[in-house]
């Protein structure tokens, strides 16, 4: 993947999601294996599978520089930090602080800029 195009802090952007996304996949991956084969994996891709989803997009959408891309990265940082808040505790201060670096105004200004033009 190449980010060439963009300044330098929409592929700080892009990168750190890259990272939140690997984070959640470990995430999944240890919750699917603490149980039993079938049902742990069912289990944790219902708590994980969605926000996972949501992750993937968002990478995209900040890789490509588009306003999509930047919702669904809050979005997705929102449910990830509530979900790991609940599961996995003090590892929710990385997608915390991932959204607060996404609500800085050149990052927002950035993504949002098609939208007002």
């Known amino acids: 993947m190449s980010v060439d195009g963009l300044p330098n802090y929409a592929?700080?952007?892009?990168?750190?999601q890259a990272l939140?996304?690997?984070?959640v996949f470990i995430v999944w991956g240890a919750w699917a294996t603490w149980g039993r084969f079938p049902y742990s994996v069912l289990a944790s891709s219902i708590v994980f599978g969605p926000v996972l989803t949501l992750c993937i997009v968002a990478t995209f959408g900040l890789w490509?520089?588009?306003?999509f891309g930047w919702?669904?990265?809050?979005?997705?940082?929102?449910?990830i930090s509530l979900v790991l808040c609940f599961t996995s505790?003090?590892?929710c201060i990385v997608p915390i602080a991932f959204?607060?670096?996404?609500?800085f105004p050149n990052v927002r200004n950035f993504y949002v800029r098609d939208y007002y033009e």
């Open 11 to 16: 592929k700080i952007a892009t990168r750190l």
């Open 20 to 23: 939140l996304t690997c984070l």
């Open 64 to 67: 490509k520089g588009r306003m």
């Open 71 to 79: 919702v669904t990265a809050v979005l997705g940082s929102a449910a």
């Open 89 to 91: 505790g003090l590892i």
């Open 99 to 103: 959204l607060m670096f996404l609500l």
